[in-house]
């Protein structure tokens, strides 16, 4: 017997849901219908942020989450207490407490999966009761995941769609062509801990780089980074508050009193004649930069904006770090944090290039130019008309709360009932269920890349296979239909969670989650589906079995609107 | 000596903070001012929501998290291993080890208090590297709930306009005069399970009646609702599913058949004279509500969207509704979930009147009329401008989500250090901070209502008094001044939080925050401050002593910009 792992939220639970859920179980239950095998699929009908694609993420937690799935005699006490459930059957809250996901079976994409419209992320199928219960957590648990993931690597697209930008200059500075990374900023504006947790989590699914969250880097793994803040920068006033301070010399050993050795570039007592301007900034921050440096030469990176960005902070910056190359080590860069980040970025690029070479320090061209400051996916394509030398974004605020479209509207819906498709008519030709159990596949072409995924009956239709041509229709438009003859075909879905048995697949690691949104996102490029502006849409089609049964259902229940 | 409670998620704790918290703290510790003894404010800069108000909230996870503030020699394990904190001092692990929030204060507004820009939420005294390191966890702790509050609260303000916009009319069915109240929905939109657990708790305070998230109702005692979804009704397809079930008879004892006595009045063998639309509503949804029916006859409530609202679900639950009414039952509503919400529930509650009338059921016109479906302020406006006859909402996603602004832009900032007032300097006089430790008051006018918040120099300002004047002035805007004879004056800050001693002020229950949010917002009820449309501005001013230090102070840091 494998052990696994509990929920990382210790919130995670069978409460932790809607009590229409429970109140809907009891009357499964009173009417003795709550052992009925039921087929439950989890989607969502419109890919976020006005996109073509979403990445399925939240699998993990969604598996522990069975794993665990069982009532302690505390929640019953208070289920039996609660004015809503009071007149319930003593008996149902005895099933209440045997239950757990032993009869239940989950099929899912894998986590990091591309995942389109209409194709279940997630297909519960067991008894009817559990399958109800499981609804508002595995949407909890998904919805968020899945849109954070989806937000991230869009950011992470658009961040690199500089190469497409870039001028070619030999006068380029050097930060202008280095491959631009993506951190995470943004635990203090998510929903709480574990808002910022999740964002942390999947955002490095959805290719972040690294996170400034330290629980999440201490749980997860997940790089983290961080310099100082602008309260750092305010809490020295002057440069008498670094007098003592010193600093180890690399290349001949003993201690060097920084300050002194910043105040020769200066004031030009060593011949660096690095101009008047440099003695015009500001004291408090030089003095703050001085003290960071002594706690940190081997990774020095500075935010330069709490003043004055050009005259005074890059100006600081370039004293101290001279000084650290002195000493032999390799200082790394500077932080913008307000103003127009397009310009200062240039600007300070363009002063790192004069120093490597005036002053004879290649290390100016590799330092990072990392930009934060209300980033967001059109900010970054605007950086990117505008030209800019950011090497690194760190974004917060726009990740987490993916304030472009702040949820995603996975729903959770019975497909079948005891082998019956069910179907939920809608006025809303959007809002129209596809009934029944099916098997979802993704069919690629003669460039490996996918054409489109497919989804058919469970019972009736055969698989999908290389080389053979299928009949693919649009579920909703008689006329757009296309046949299909595949160079492979991967079957979507596997079992993450069996009964509580040893389910074929794992979720995996986060890593090998990230793994495949790079590959998945690799097999599309090209395709217009990453697009930013107008991107094009994937086809999601159904076999003709399937077109031809969802439309008799239709014919044969949705009453014809009578006119009169 | 008590015992304090922990934080209520497990992922709350020294930890959860950006790591350049913990690198400026090292750069404190390694220059020898971790021990200085630092003032930090925690405020916003503007309201959210285009609004002018705010509702303080979060302060009873924070004062658990000074109280549990330790880092486990596991955590400091982790930091020694990260790469960047490999080459720190040893010394500073040892520091971090032992420790705690012993000198520490947390002063704070009351939790559930109405809140202005720049009058701090919480001010942080103690030495300077623990409050550096409890930045980003309180703005984490404080953001969401305070914003949510604020949302929930908005919402239902909105709500309550209703009663500005009824038509006076007799003929008015009885729902349309009844208090309208919201209920919290939005768990599965929300930032995973802590973000839908905590607008559930925040929502309550802000004068939410109840959520439908039963860990919410277990851990914090919040009413919880709710009856059925769509899936449910889907789940019956033909009145033989429920030919069995039967209901205890109230009036005269023994088990009734729910469908046979449903089809009497459905086949007018009764002589209720229903009328021929009852023949034609949907079998697979009368069977779902006679099967609810059977589990809930006391609180029976039914989603009457499935198929369609008026010529079916509504029918379909008159009639069974009919039926409870004969067995000594009193049904308790519908709920509306798609369209038109204003005119669906005028038709509903216009049917509710007749059938009273007409079958002398006086518990028709007590039926609950429970709206939801993107649910957001600028919807009840306008629902409020159609007429409608909603008695509850259920709020969800645009609560949750706080969709028209998902974050709120709390910033945390030293404002004192070892007794000298620090400044941050800014070319943006928005973000300009007003220096030193000051102490905050509420001034009441002749009326009982607020007039302004009055910021004062802690140090050389006497406290305002009732009966006596006080200049109070605009920090911005030198000709903005006014002289206040206030009739009471209230000091703004309690001591929650007091080295772990027992302090001064305790956080209270929600239901006593709660009671604080409605006592407050009562207070400016009339001012226009709560209003929807350009609401008006609350003054925040500052005494003569702190606008000239703070003037003074401006004048002689911030350069003055040159022209040439």
Known sequence: MTSYETPTNNLVGPLLTDLYQITMTYAHWKNKRHEEHSVFELFFRKNPFKGSFTLFCGLDEVVKHLHAFKFSQEDIDYLKSTPSLQHCDPGFFDYLLQLDCSKTQIQALPQGSLAFPRVPLVIVSGPLGVGQLLETTLLTLINYPSLLATNAARMVLRAHDHDNHRPQSADLPRQCQKQILCAEFGLRRAQGPDGGFSASKYAFVGLFAATSNVKAGKELGIPIVGTHAHAFVQS??????????????????????????????????????????????????????????????????????????????????????????????????????????????????HKFAELAKSQNRPFFHDLDIVASNDINEKTLVKLNQQGHAITLYGI???????????????????????????????QEIAKVLIPGRKRAYRLFGKK?????????????????????????????????????????????????????????????????????????????????????????????????NLYNFLHTMWQEQLPVPELS
Chains 1, 2 share one sequence.
């Open 236 to 349: 020295y006033l002057s440069l008498d508050e670094v007098q003592e301070l010193t600093v180890a010399n690399k290349n001949s050993g003993g201690q060097v009193n920084l300050l002194e050795k910043v105040l020769e570039y200066r004031d030009n007592k060593n011949g660096a004649n690095l101009g008047e301007d440099f003695q015009k900034t500001n004291d408090g921050e030089l003095a703050a930069f001085i003290a960071y440096a002594c706690a940190f030469p081997d990774s020095f990176l500075c935010l330069v904006d709490t003043y004055d960005t050009v005259k005074s902070g890059l100006l600081n910056f370039c004293m101290v770090s001279l000084v650290l190359g002195d000493l032999g080590y390799t200082p790394k860069g500077i932080r913008l944090d307000s103003g127009d980040l397009a310009a200062l970025s240039m600007a300070c690029a």
């Open 448 to 544: 490996e890349a996918p054409l489109l995924d497919l989804m058919v009956d469970a019972d009736k239709d055969d698989p999908p296979e290389a080389g053979k041509p299928v009949l693919c229709r649009n579920p909703f438009q008689a006329m757009d239909r296309v046949m299909v003859t595949p160079s492979r075909v991967t079957l979507l879905h596997g079992v993450y969670f069996d009964g509580g048995k040893e389910a074929l697949e794992s979720v995996g690691s986060l890593q090998e989650n990230r793994n495949l949104v790079k590959e998945q996102l690799g097999g599309v490029a090209g395709m217009g589906i990453l697009d930013y502006e107008e991107p094009k849409q994937y086809p999601v089609m159904v076999s003709d």
């Open 396 to 426: 917060g605020t726009n990740l987490v709360t993916c304030q472009a479209q702040p949820a995603l509207g996975c729903v959770y819906k019975l497909v079948e009932l005891n082998g019956k498709p069910r179907l939920k008519l809608s």
